[in-house]
């Protein structure tokens, strides 16, 4: 793969991964507004959900760039 590939690729991972977060808030906002019940769980599922996403994507990112030889900030050694 070309240099141009691999931006691409990171590129993809994260604008997912600030999608995910944009999801994870949109979701929570519906669960603190919700009245109790079956749409407040379904909110709250939906928000840990998001999280299990981000949290995967920004594995995949560290990896990534990791075989690839780029240089990983101490925030993403921590993940």
Same mark, same amino acid.
């Given at each position: ?5 691999? /931006?691409?690729? %990171? +590129? ?6 600030? $999608? &995910?977060?944009?999801?994870y ?5 519906g669960?603190?507004?919700?009245e /109790?019940?079956? %749409? +407040? ?5 939906l928000? $840990? &959900?998001?999280?299990?996403h ?7 990112h560290?990896?990534? /760039?990791?075989? %690839? ?11």
């Open positions: 793969m070309g240099g141009e590939t691999e /931006k691409e690729i %990171l +590129k993809i991972l994260e604008d997912a991964i600030s $999608r &995910e977060q944009s999801a808030r949109l979701y929570s906002r669960e603190s507004l919700a /109790k019940g079956e %749409l +407040k769980d379904i909110f709250a599922m928000a $840990r &959900e998001e999280l299990g981000e949290k995967l994507l920004k594995q995949v560290h990896d990534y /760039k990791k075989k %690839l030889g780029l240089k990983l900030l101490k925030e993403e050694d921590d993940e």
